[in-house]
T-cell receptor, first 115, second 112 residues
Framework: KAGVTQTPRYLIKTRGQQVTLSCSPI?????VSWYQQTPGQGLQFLFE???????NKGNFPGRFSGRQFSNSRSEMNVSTLELGDSALYLC??????????????FGEGSRLTVL | DQQVKQNSPSLSVQEGRISILNCDYT??????FLWYKKYPAEGPTFLIS?????DKNEDGRFTVFLNKSAKHLSLHIVPSQPGDSAVYFC???????????FGAGTILRVKS
């Protein structure tokens, strides 16, 4: 079955712009999480959605937001981009909230470069 | 605060030998511990997990050991293969959801 699909894979923006990233989870998966990976901070949790509701949020400013649609697809938005927002943004899906193995399935990520 | 730590940035092992990757945690509110493998420009790939109530879990060449009193877990890969060369992340799941806290990663190089 198809894995987690993230679009776009690569994008370049300038400071002050905004960006929207999209994630389609594995068919049947209802939980979607977002992570940011940077060389300095590693992999950091942004937020998690389940049944269109945000269930968990990481320590990121309000410029980072997300949503989940009724088909479980998710988007995240970053407004007023800063240079430090350059990162690989990873989406992960899971069948349920707090599943029995803890496993999350990750997409290949969206590489954002802010100039 | 770093709740999950991987203190070895890199590890080099000869093909066929055992690779041991280590991870320490500080928070007792984790219910699962996981290991992920990652190649550059790709998403992490799940390897193996262990429940906080278990001591050991095996899957083929991969075994994870959990020492709750020491708040320490390790991943053993036997035998190591060149294709195992990648970055390995230790992660811990907070109870009640799917939020994972990741370590900084360890680069494993398996030499042939």
């Amino acid at each position: 079955k198809a894995g987690v699909t993230q679009t776009p894979r690569y994008l370049i923006k300038t400071r002050g712009q905004q960006v929207t990233l999209s994630c389609s989870p594995i068919s049947g998966h209802r939980s979607v999480s977002w992570y940011q990976q940077t060389p300095g901070q590693g992999l950091q949790f942004l937020f998690e959605y389940f049944s269109e509701t945000q269930r968990n949020k990481g320590n990121f400013p309000g410029r980072f937001s997300g949503r989940q649609f009724s088909n479980s697809r998710s988007e995240m938005n970053v407004s007023t981009l800063e240079l430090g927002d350059s990162a690989l943004y990873l989406c992960a899906s899971s069948l349920a909230l707090a599943g029995s193995t803890g496993e999350l399935f990750f997409g290949e990520g969206s590489r954002l470069t802010v100039l | 605060d770093q709740q999950v730590k991987q203190n070895s940035p890199s590890l080099s092992v000869q093909e066929g030998r055992i690779s041991i990757l280590n991870c320490d945690y500080t928070n007792s509110m984790f219910d699962y511990f996981l290991w992920y493998k990652k190649y550059p420009a790709e998403g992490p790939t799940f390897l193996i997990s262990i429940s906080s109530i278990k001591d050991k879990n095996e899957d083929g060449r991969f075994t994870v050991f959990l020492n709750k009193s020491a708040k320490h877990l390790s991943l053993h890969i036997v035998p190591s293969q060149p294709g195992d060369s990648a970055v390995y992340f230790c992660a811990a799941r907070k109870r009640g959801g799917n939020k994972l806290v990741f370590g900084a990663g360890t680069i494993l190089r398996v030499k042939s």
